[in-house]
């Protein structure tokens, strides 16, 4: 089995948005940077990286298709958007139950007196409305990590 990882075509920013609708995300636009994992030459997944200033982004929208979840996919999308990340901040707003997977990538949780972009903080209003089970708000500092690696 191999999964690769690659920036989507703006051909694909489609069927990227028809997943999305299914299950409820916010729809990718063409600002973002929107990657599409495959296994073996087959479409199993996507992520992106929402520009929100210039030295701050939003990763989200990990999503993998059910056929292909417990393959490590979800691991190398966020990988590959970290390692691929123009911003020194990266803000995400995952499923509470992830929390410690985005910890293993250097995320933490926001303390409460950070300063947090309005557009962050609308999304993560509209989450909490949205999934009951749960959000957390997440920060990775790029320099605290040294740049983009994962841990």
């Known amino acids: 089995m191999v999964i ?3 920036k989507m075509l703006a051909s694909e920013l489609g069927w990227a948005n028809a997943h999305y609708a299914e299950i409820g995300f916010v729809a990718a636009a063409e ?3 929107v990657v599409v994992a495959e ?3 087959v479409r199993a997944g996507l992520g992106r990286l929402v520009p929100v200033a210039a030295d701050i982004g939003e990763l ?3 999503y993998v298709l ?5 393959k490590a996919v979800a691991r190398a999308i966020v990988a590959w958007l970290i390692e691929h990340s123009p911003y020194d901040r990266l803000f995400c ?3 509470a139950h992830l929390d410690r997977f985005y910890a293993g990538f250097g995320f933490a949780p926001v303390s409460p007196e950070a300063a947090v972009p309005p557009a962050i903080s609308g999304k993560r209003r509209w989450c909490e409305q ?3 089970d749960g959000v957390k708000l997440l920060v990775r500092e790029a ?6 690696e994962p841990q």
Not at 66 to 70: E, H, L, T
């Open 4 to 6: 690769a990882v690659r």
């Open 31 to 33: 600002t973002d940077l």
């Open 39 to 41: 296994v073996d030459g």
């Open 60 to 62: 989200g929208g990990i």
């Open 66 to 70: 059910p056929q292909f979840r417990g």
């Open 93 to 95: 707003i995952p499923f």
């Open 130 to 132: 949205r999934y009951p």
């Open 143 to 148: 320099r605290a990590h040294g740049r983009n």
